[in-house]
């Protein structure tokens, strides 16, 4: 049975571990394990036979705004419904903040366009929310404002956004 719950520390090597082959080809940028450690409490995992098979993570952006970041599976449990399930519970996560808006940069364009992700060519943030945005050091942002100093991070994936 498929459980979804909020990471724990102890959860950081395996998530790590799950992440490898997708960093490995470059489908994921790799975290330092420090890093992972202090977002925790961002992510949450996907539990099936007491085995994490996959997790994901929420970054509050902005008043209405939050990334999915990282939504990955186990690669001997795909298409088992799993990374719907752990979208799901990252967006009830954002409306229950009073998140309006959920963005997320990914390759997987077919996965979140049917999960009702439109493809995004603009920043849909207004003049003053951009300047408060620019001045954040956090490259996800950098990502979502689609900032020069990320383009080689971004290469090949898609901007996309869905409205709660």
């Given at each position: 049975m498929l459980q979804i719950r909020s990471a724990k520390t102890s959860d950081v090597p395996v998530i790590s571990k799950v992440a490898l082959p997708l960093v490995e080809s470059r489908v994921l940028l790799g975290k330092e394990l420090v890093e992972a450690y202090g977002a925790i409490q961002?992510?949450?995992?996907?539990?099936?036979?007491?085995?994490?098979?996959?997790?994901?993570?929420?970054?509050?952006?902005?008043?209405?705004?939050?990334?999915?970041?990282?939504l990955v599976v186990d690669e001997g449990s795909k298409r088992q419904g799993i990374g719907r399930a752990l979208l799901a519970e990252l967006e009830q996560r954002a409306e229950d903040l009073g998140i309006k808006r959920v963005f997320c940069l990914?390759?997987?364009?077919e996965f979140f366009g049917a999960n009702g992700y439109q493809v995004i060519s603009d920043v849909p943030v207004d003049p003053e929310t951009y300047a408060e945005l620019v001045r954040s050091h956090d490259d996800g942002v950098?990502?979502?404002?689609?900032?020069?100093?990320?383009k080689q991070n971004t290469l090949g994936n898609s901007r996309m956004l869905k409205h709660l």
């Open positions: 961002e992510f949450i995992v996907a539990e099936k036979d007491d085995k994490v098979v996959g997790f994901g993570a929420l970054h509050v952006m902005w008043e209405d705004l939050a990334e999915v970041r990282t990914t390759f997987e364009k950098a990502e979502f404002l689609d900032l020069a100093r990320v």
